[in-house]
T-cell receptor, first 113, second 109 residues
Framework: NAGVTQTPKFQVLKTGQSMTLQCAQDMNHEYMSWYRQDPGMGLRLIHYSVGAGITDQGEVPNGYNVSRSTTEDFPLRLLSAAPSQTSVYFC????????????FGQGTRLTVV | KQEVTQIPAALSVPEGENLVLNCSFTDSAIYNLQWFRQDPGKGLTSLLLIQSSQREQTSGRLNASLDKSSGRSTLYIAASQPGDSATYLCAVRNTPLVFGKGTRLSVIA
């Protein structure tokens, strides 16, 4: 079972570059979300989606865009990377708007120089 | 705004001890509470999920309790082993999942 798959696992960007972090799940989950994890700050919600075509902002959305064109995929876009976006990014999915167990990907470690 | 607090932030115990990790939350209107384990540099592994209508869940040496009215959950680990060393995260679900900052556990052989 693939579960939640994130790519890439590691990435180094220069300030101002753009990139897309990919997230795919094969469990037919409606609910998907993106978190960033920073030392001392814990996991903070960036954006989430309750189904295809529906997205909303979380706690720290600035500098990030998302879209949800299919149930399976929920990419996270950094339009102009900044050093403050250096972090570990996690994608999660669950069914029934989060009333069931959440499954997480293995994370993407992003460094912006 | 939901806030989740985990105490202690770090804990070191000798192998074989039973231990309790604590989690508290400010808004009791939750769907469920989930405990995760995170090894250094790795992703999150789900340990236990407790629905808001439940009082506890057990899996092997792990037992999690939930007292929604008081906004508290505990994770009990019996007969700890060095392989239990990791960071344990508590998360509560209103609609998004809100995390505590975790308890870093070290079990010394």
């Amino acid at each position: 079972n693939a579960g939640v798959t994130q790519t890439p696992k590691f990435q180094v960007l220069k300030t101002g570059q753009s990139m897309t972090l990919q997230c795919a799940q094969d469990m037919n989950h409606e609910y998907m979300s993106w978190y960033r994890q920073d030392p001392g700050m814990g996991l903070r919600l960036i954006h989430y989606s309750v189904g295809a075509g529906i997205t909303d902002q979380g706690e720290v959305p600035n500098g990030y865009n998302v879209s949800r064109s299919t149930t399976e995929d929920f990419p996270l876009r950094l339009l102009s990377a900044a050093p403050s976006q250096t972090s570990v990014y996690f994608c999660a999915s669950s069914s029934q708007e989060g009333r069931t167990e959440a499954f997480f990907g293995q994370g993407t470690r992003l460094t912006v120089v | 705004k939901q806030e989740v607090t985990q105490i202690p932030a770090a804990l070191s115990v000798p192998e074989g001890e039973n231990l309790v990790l604590n989690c508290s939350f400010t808004d009791s209107a939750i769907y469920n509470l989930q405990w995760f384990r995170q090894d250094p540099g790795k992703g999150l592994t789900s340990l236990l999920l407790i629905q808001s209508s439940q009082r506890e869940q057990t899996s092997g040496r792990l037992n999690a309790s939930l007292d929604k009215s008081s906004g508290r959950s505990t994770l009990y680990i019996a007969a700890s082993q060095p392989g239990d060393s990791a960071t344990y995260l508590c998360a509560v679900r209103n609609t998004p999942l809100v995390f505590g900052k975790g308890t870093r556990l070290s079990v010394i052989a």
